[in-house]
């Protein structure tokens, strides 16, 4: 199957055949990796390459394998269960694209010479991605799931990853991830590179998270609404925590939080919104989730 999406098409198909993905056993997911070269690499003769290269730079699609067919780019279920003693599908159900690029910023700060850290990249640069992992959702029907990273947060390297999905959550998934994201992996890419922005665009808003905010709409519009909800909506604008444009999938920032819960007079509303933060919230939760969690306790 060859690839007929944006950007310039070029053929290699130096990628073994591996045979075809398993479309009628497992959700088919869309795997990011970034490359960590300045240029297209070689994949050990392609052995190790995914059935697309993109370089988001130059709006060029390399192509290594049939669209429809298995690339290399992830460990093999074999080495997965030397290492881990778990069997688990892994390159069968992925459709992988690399993108040209460096998750590991310092060895950017080390060499320069043109390398590209994805924190650095340009709305332009997202712009392309997001074209090109859209049309190949659209191609294969992927589900809408996504196991991403926070905005500006990291994946970690190591099999034991705490960001990675489990044997069984993996093989079930439909949806769109990254290397650091996958069980048995050991790679960290894509780093810091925002997932969310790429799968969901201007609205990055979850399904739970609307549900929040229509919530939030409902109790704010009633006639008497809940005095402690409205304390803790007006106060959290007031000092900057969101504002009348925020949107519920902005990330909250530990040292938002922790300016909003410093400046918070009422010492009960104080210890509901550090519990609802509690847990690891803060830093990585979303004004959706937070708020959503604020009024569960106070609707309690």
Do not use: C
């Not at 909003?260 to 519990?275: D, H, I, Y």
């Not at 803060?282 to 708020?291: F, L, P, Q, S």
């Amino acid at each position: 199957m060859l690839y007929d999406g944006p950007g310039d098409l070029v053929k290699i198909f130096d990628g073994p055949n591996y045979g075809p993905l398993w479309f009628d056993r497992y959700p088919i997911a869309i795997v990011a990796h970034t490359t960590e070269t300045k240029g297209l690499p070689d994949y050990g003769g392609g052995a190790s390459a995914p059935q697309i290269t993109i370089d988001p730079a130059e709006r060029i699609v390399f192509q290594h394998q049939p669209l429809d067919h298995r690339g290399g780019a992830l460990r093999g279920t074999r080495r997965v269960y030397a290492d881990t003693g778990v069997y688990a599908v892994m390159n069968e159900k992925a459709v992988q694209v690399e993108i040209i690029g460096y998750s590991d910023k310092q060895t950017v700060v080390k060499y320069g010479d043109g390398r590209r850290w994805v924190g650095d990249f340009t709305a332009a640069d997202y712009e392309f991605i997001a074209a090109v992992v859209h049309y190949l959702k659209g191609l294969f029907d992927i589900g809408d799931d996504i196991h991403a990273r926070p905005s500006g947060r990291s994946w970690a390297a190591g099999i034991s990853s705490p960001y990675r999905m489990g044997a069984e959550a993996w093989e079930q998934f439909g949806g769109f991830t990254a290397h650091g994201g996958i069980f048995g992996q050991t790679h960290f890419d894509t780093g810091v590179l925002d997932l969310h922005r790429i799968w969901r665009g201007d609205d990055l808003m979850t399904p739970e998270e609307k549900v929040a905010l229509a919530k939030v709409a409902e109790l704010m519009g009633q006639d008497q609404p809940q005095k402690a909800l409205a304390e803790v909506w007006e106060k959290a604008k007031k000092d900057g925590l969101i504002t009348d444009q925020s949107r519920p999938g902005a990330i909250v920032t530990d040292e938002r939080f922790m300016a909003f819960l410093e400046r918070w007079e009422s010492r009960r509303m104080k210890k509901l919104v550090a519990a609802a933060i509690a847990g690891g919230a803060a830093g990585g939760a979303t004004v959706g989730e937070v708020i959503a969690e604020l009024i569960r306790r106070l609707n309690g």
